[in-house]
Nanobody
């Protein structure tokens, strides 16, 4: 079954850090770009960061300098390291490729 599964979310204080993981299965993971997206309550889903099959990265302006996307193809996993978190980063975070549907996501809550 072709799928991606997100994990690593949680509750963190402002200024804190989290690392999200996106594990792929059922396809040649290393051949595909992966994007992290997020959706906050009452808002549209938006792109956060993207990593190509070759490791090239792009970031939304609102996370540049704070978030880092990376991939470990040996583990079929893409990571999103999130530092200096802000309350406005609170959202459900999803990862996706062109092959996969939207999964359950992982909840990130930034609050004191």
């Amino acid at each position: 079954q072709v799928q991606l599964v997100e994990s690593g979310g949680g509750l963190v204080q402002p200024g804190g850090s989290l690392r999200l993981s996106c594990a792929g299965s059922g396809f040649t993971f290393s051949s595909y770009a992966v994007g992290w997206h997020r959706q906050a309550p009452g808002k549209q889903r938006e792109v956060v960061a993207y990593i190509s099959s070759g490791g090239r990265t792009n970031y939304a302006d609102f996370v540049k300098g704070r978030f880092t996307i990376s991939r470990d193809n040996a583990k079929n996993t893409v990571y999103l390291q999130m530092n200096s978190l802000k309350p406005e980063d609170t959202a459900v975070y999803y990862c996706k490729t062109v092959l996969t549907d939207w999964g359950q996501g992982t909840q990130v809550t930034v609050s004191s």
